[in-house]
């Protein structure tokens, strides 16, 4: 079965230090990756997406991620995090078949403490 | 980047009513569109993908005649809820992707928080 893992309910990180959500995906082909973040009874903003190319992907607010065909993840990162990052983040995987739904992991609370 | 507009932002309606949610893209094409719902401290559950011009194609697990979906041209979709009950009560988004640019990433509209008494 095709599926995006998140392993984390909840990542805490102080303000000023790197932070880290991570991303595991389980999907057949090529498929295209993205992150979300959700703030409190919003929609979802678009953060960063991997379609091809460079593996260390730059995006929005300072975020990157990097894919790792290898290890099939897609972990999310900031170098020095803020408290206003402290938000709900999903990682989804859009397939490449069948409709071309998106997937989404389970999300990943992070709070950020000043 | 592209606007996708939900409506209305929150709905509270009466057991046995229907009510319906718009989504509108503001400034692209969307020949399809998505339909989602998330429960309290959850991932997105996809319910439906809606086709312009066609009848929408449902998850599995999700009864069509409960929610109706109808998406009448390139830049509006409607989510009906029918006959709804206090289960119904949750955070349902839409979402939108400029297509034929199958790389790029989907909209989001906001989010509707319905709440059935």
């Known amino acids: 079965a095709q599926s995006v893992a998140q392993p984390e309910d909840q990542v805490n990180v102080a303000e000023g230090n790197p932070l880290t959500v991570k991303c595991t995906y389980s999907?057949?082909?090529?498929?295209?990756l993205f992150w979300y973040v959700q703030y409190p009874n919003r929609g979802l903003q678009f953060l960063l997406k991997y379609i091809t190319g460079d593996n260390l992907v730059k995006g929005s607010y300072g975020f990157e991620a990097e894919f790792n065909k290898s290890q099939t993840s897609f972990h999310l990162k900031k170098p020095s995090a803020l408290v206003s990052d402290s938000a709900l983040y999903f990682c989804?995987?859009?397939?490449?078949?069948?409709?071309?739904?998106?997937?989404f992991g389970a999300g990943t609370r992070l709070f950020v403490k000043a | 980047g592209a606007v996708v507009s939900q409506h209305p932002s929150w709905v509270i309606c009466k057991s046995g009513t229907s009510v319906k949610i718009e989504c509108r893209s503001l400034d692209f094409q969307a020949t399809t569109m998505f339909w989602y719902r998330q429960f309290p401290k959850q991932s997105l559950m996809l319910m439906a993908t809606?086709?312009?011009?066609?009848?929408?194609?449902?998850e599995q697990g999700v009864e069509k005649d409960k929610f109706l979906i109808n998406h009448a041209s390139l830049t509006l979709s409607t989510l009906t809820v029918t006959s709804a009950h206090p289960e119904d009560s949750s955070f349902y988004i839409c979402?939108?992707?400029?297509?034929?640019?199958?790389?790029?990433?989907?909209?989001f509209g906001q989010g509707t928080r319905l709440t059935v008494v």
């Open positions: 809606s086709n312009e011009g066609s009848k929408a194609t449902y």
């Open positions: 989804a995987v859009r397939l490449n078949t069948g409709g071309f739904k998106t997937i």
């Open positions: 979402s939108a992707r400029d297509l034929p640019l199958f790389n790029t990433e989907a909209f």
């Open positions: 999907v057949s082909g090529n498929p295209y």
